[in-house]
């Protein structure tokens, strides 16, 4: 039934969109292994067919077909991972429930590096890092009393600044450039870089927006009505009307899926410029990761609980 109705669904959605959408046609699909557990995410990509993700026993990467399991850093009861770069190191946050702390960590070289502190705060989340390595993310120390912007060089982590952001900004993600993608709250969507803030001009009517990623200068956030790529801090297009946009890569490739008459969903990508093209997929899903090689990440529903992980890539 399920995927017969996904049928049905693709056929309505075709109708609804086909001044422009295309099919499937030039993309293939495989499965990511999955290392078995529950709650299994994938949340990042090195850009070159690796990714990383989590679950309830621990840091989760994949390279190729073979899934690693690096369990929790010591002391720490539950890991999440947040990011990964084209060096393959995993941005992570964990979780000790035993002291109700939260702390940051990188892991790279087999094993968990401990973000420093920042001075005068005790706990901290982290958002993105880039390729040099840079860190972007949140500290305090009582979470009742507000968070503060924080950034932790890639060539010097034992270090991190608290930046001197306007108020009720909170950093979403890093550009290569080191431009900090930021989230005001109930408002719109900043860029801050060199103590510079700088805010995405809206399309006229909309007030707010909400970030999802900065890639190579490309913004994609949400506002009311849909997804929009920023190329500039003042200039954005729409992402095709029925697409629900979830991430983006540099050369402007964006993913997601597209809406039904159903409950159904079409896993889907979309170009600057170009039509919007509908994955290979055998139920409903949606595109989640958009790497910097081309390929895209997601889930597709399964019959039994959990959603398997899938990559498509072109040819």
């Given amino acids: 039934m399920k995927r017969t109705s996904l049928v049905l669904a693709a056929t309505v959605a075709a109708g609804l969109l086909s001044a422009g959408t295309a099919s499937a046609t030039g993309w293939t699909m495989s499965y990511l292994r999955p290392p078995g557990g529950d709650a299994i995410r994938v949340v990042a990509t090195d850009g070159a067919g690796s990714y990383a993700g989590h ?16 369990g929790v850093p010591a002391g720490y009861t539950t890991v999440e991972a947040v990011d990964e770069n084209a060096s393959k190191a995993v941005l992570a946050n964990g979780y ?16 968990f590096q401990l973000l420093e502190k920042a001075p005068g705060y005790s706990q901290s ?8 390595g ?3 993310g949140s500290v305090y120390n009582d979470p009742r009393f507000g968070s503060w912007a924080a950034f932790w060089p890639g060539g010097d982590r034992a270090h991190p600044v608290v930046l001197d952001s306007p108020p009720l900004l909170s ?27 700088r805010e995405l001009v809206l399309p006229e009517g909309i007030r707010e927006s909400r970030a999802l990623a900065i890639r190579d200068g490309k913004v994609l956030a949400d506002v009311e009505g849909g ?7 003042d200039t954005s297009v729409p992402v095709p009307d029925g697409m629900t946009a979830t991430a983006l890569n540099g050369s402007g ?23 919007v093209e509908t ?18 990440m997601g889930t597709l529903q399964d019959d039994e609980y959990h959603d398997k992980l899938v990559v498509w890539r072109r040819g």
């Fill in 55 to 70: 679950f309830d026993g621990g840091l989760l990467t994949w390279s190729g077909w073979r899934v690693r399991n690096h």
């Fill in 125 to 132: 989340v982290v958002t993105g890092m880039n390729d040099r």
């Fill in 96 to 111: 000790a429930i035993s002291t109700n702390t939260r702390r940051s960590f990188v892991f790279e070289n087999g094993g």
């Fill in 227 to 233: 997804a929009r790529v920023w190329t500039a801090y």
């Fill in 171 to 197: 950093p979403v993600d890093i550009d290569r450039d080191g431009t900090i993608l930021m989230q005001e709250q109930f408002g719109s969507t900043w860029l801050w870089k060199d103590g510079v803030a």
């Fill in 253 to 275: 490739l964006v993913t997601g899926c597209l809406r039904t008459m159903g409950t159904e969903t079409i896993p889907a990508a979309w170009s600057l410029g170009g039509p």
């Fill in 279 to 296: 994955l290979p997929a055998p139920s409903s899903g949606c595109g989640a990761i958009a790497g910097a090689n081309g390929e895209i």
């Fill in 134 to 136: 840079d860190i972007v």
